[in-house]
Structures are given as C-alpha cells and as structure tokens.
C-alpha cells in the first residue's frame, strides 16, 4: 500500500538559514510527487511536482526538491527562509495504475520561522 | 482565472444530521476530488471524479457520497454526522485524473 512519511512533525529555522523537509515514500512503481504548502485556515497550495525526467526540481517561492529513487525520497530544500514561508508543508504521492488519480499525503511538517 | 471556489466556509451541525457541501473546479478541468483533514494530519482522500463519473473511492463508510454535474462543480454529502467527522473537507480539481490537483480553500465542519 502507498503511504508517506514526514518524519519531522515540527521544524523551527532562523530567518536567512537553510531548510530541508523530509520526505519518504512507500510505493511499488515511480510515483507521481509533490509538495504542497498549507497556512492557517487556508487550502493547500501547490510548491512543486515530480512526475518524470529531471529529478532536481524547482518550485515557487524558491523552493526546490530532489528525487531519489534509491532512497524513496523526495526532499524539499529551501537555501535561505522568510518569516512568510512559516506554514504547515505536506509531501504527497500521487499513485498510478487501478487507484490512479489519488494522493496520499504525510501528516505534514509545520514550520516554525524566528526573526 | 478563478481558482477552486468551495462553500460554505464554515458549517455547523449536530450528531446525526445531514450536510452538503459544494465545489466548482477551475475552469476547464473535468476532475474533481474530495479529501477529509482532520485537526493534525494530512489530507485524506474520499472520492474522485471525473467526466461526471465516480473513479475512485477512499476507505470511507456508505455515509459519504458524491456526485458531479454536467457543469464539473460537485457536492459531497455526508449522512448521520458523527463528532469525528469534524474535519476541513478539501476539494481538489485538475484537467484530468492524473494532472496536478489545485485546492479549493476547504469547508471546516464542526459536529456538535
């Protein structure tokens, strides 16, 4: 069964330092990945995607995010944070084959950001 | 462009009652999705739909349907409301089944 892991429930970084997100997965075939962004009362935003070629990929907001296929994990990576990235990120997989079309989404990272 | 609009906002209700919420997709797109957040975890997935037909259904019980209209908007309905199906009900849209999904701002449902 497909499922994510985002080992880190809470992340807290000074403004300016860097930023890594951990993200696992556990699914059979190469899946379909993102990472959304979800502040306070609001809906999910998407940073950015995995769906094929490239495994480096870039998002908003200066995010990015690498695909390792060896270590099922899918990582995203900011070099320097603001006081507005301060948000809930969750990673999800989107699955092919008979439940194509579904995401599986971790529990999520919040994201604490000091002044 | 208008993004996935949802409503309401907000909804009250007590155990056992019925509610309806209610979802237009960006423009365009044919799928809608459904998904329950429950306070301190990721988005769980309910149903999905696309072309008006229902194409995939989460581990939910028999109280939760769905449908979509001619126009793409959809509503999910939940029957005899339980305390735990307090929750953010998301709607997601997206072209096709397996394009990305766009977030609507969610219908937060509280069950007394």
């Known amino acids: 069964a497909q499922s994510v892991t985002q080992p880190d429930i809470h992340i807290t970084v000074s403004e300016g330092a860097s930023l890594e997100l951990r993200c696992n997965y556990s699914?059979?075939?190469?899946?379909?990945l993102f990472w959304y962004v979800q502040s306070p009362g609001q809906g999910l935003q998407l940073l950015l995607k995995y769906f094929s070629g490239d495994t480096l990929v870039q998002g908003i907001k200066g995010f990015e995010a690498e695909f390792k296929r060896s270590q099922s994990s899918f990582n995203l990576r900011k070099p320097s944070v603001h006081w507005s990235d301060a948000a809930e990120y969750f990673c999800?997989?989107?699955?092919?084959?008979?439940?194509?079309?579904?995401?599986?989404f971790g529990r999520g990272t919040q994201l604490t950001v000091w002044p | 462009d208008a993004g996935v609009t949802q409503s309401p906002t907000h909804l009250i209700k007590t155990r056992g009652q019925q509610v309806t919420l209610r979802c237009s997709p960006i423009?365009?797109?044919?799928?809608v999705s459904w998904y329950q957040q429950v306070l301190g975890q990721g988005p769980q997935f309910i149903f999905q739909?696309?072309?008006?037909?229902?194409?995939g259904r989460g581990n939910f019980p028999d109280r939760f349907s769905a449908r979509q209209f001619p126009n793409y908007s959809s509503e999910l309905n939940v029957n005899a409301l339980l305390l735990g199906d307090s929750a953010l009900y998301l709607c997601?849209?997206?072209?096709?089944?397996?394009?990305?999904?766009?977030f609507g701002p969610g219908t937060r449902l509280l069950v007394l």
């Open positions: 997601a849209s997206s072209l096709t089944r397996v394009e990305t999904q766009y």
């Open positions: 699914y059979g075939a190469t899946p379909y």
């Open positions: 423009s365009g797109h044919k799928s």
């Open positions: 999800a997989v989107g699955a092919r084959g008979s439940t194509l079309g579904r995401l599986y």
């Open positions: 739909y696309y072309e008006k037909e229902e194409r």
